[in-house]
């Protein structure tokens, strides 16, 4: 386009060819403004591309935190059940005991 412009202009008048050069201009100025467009669109790509991965990251962070917090939750909830039992086993032998004592002084 630019050049069926500029070989109108080399044929036509002075007036042609300052109307070809302005439309060179625009078009020029057009597709800088076209490119840096572009530009900025990439930009955004490539910001919204790490963006994702960063909450690809934290999801898997997060999953992996919720695991061992579940792991730890069920830990805890057998060693609470394990000191109970021993602690209901050490009451029965003090009881046991306290009935032994109780007897021999019977005696």
Same mark, same amino acid.
């Given at each position: 386009l630019t050049a069926d412009m500029a070989s109108?202009?080399?044929?036509?008048?002075?007036?042609s060819n300052e109307n070809v050069a302005?439309?060179?201009e625009q078009l020029k100025e057009s597709d800088d403004r076209l490119n840096e467009a572009a530009g900025k669109m990439r930009d955004l790509l490539t910001a919204m591309?790490?963006?994702?991965?960063?909450?690809s990251d934290s999801d898997a962070q997060v999953t992996k935190l919720t695991e061992e917090l579940a792991a730890v939750s069920a830990a805890s909830q057998s060693?609470? /059940?394990a000191q109970q039992a021993e602690n209901k086993? *050490? $009451?029965?032998?003090? /009881?046991a005991d306290?009935?032994?004592?109780?007897? *021999? $002084?019977?005696?």
């Amino acid at each position: 386009l630019t050049a069926d412009m500029a070989s109108l202009g080399t044929s036509g008048s002075a007036e042609s060819n300052e109307n070809v050069a302005r439309l060179t201009e625009q078009l020029k100025e057009s597709d800088d403004r076209l490119n840096e467009a572009a530009g900025k669109m990439r930009d955004l790509l490539t910001a919204m591309n790490v963006l994702q991965q960063a909450k690809s990251d934290s999801d898997a962070q997060v999953t992996k935190l919720t695991e061992e917090l579940a792991a730890v939750s069920a830990a805890s909830q057998s060693a609470r /059940e394990a000191q109970q039992a021993e602690n209901k086993s *050490r $009451a029965a032998s003090i /009881e046991a005991d306290i009935q032994s004592e109780r007897a *021999r $002084a019977d005696l």
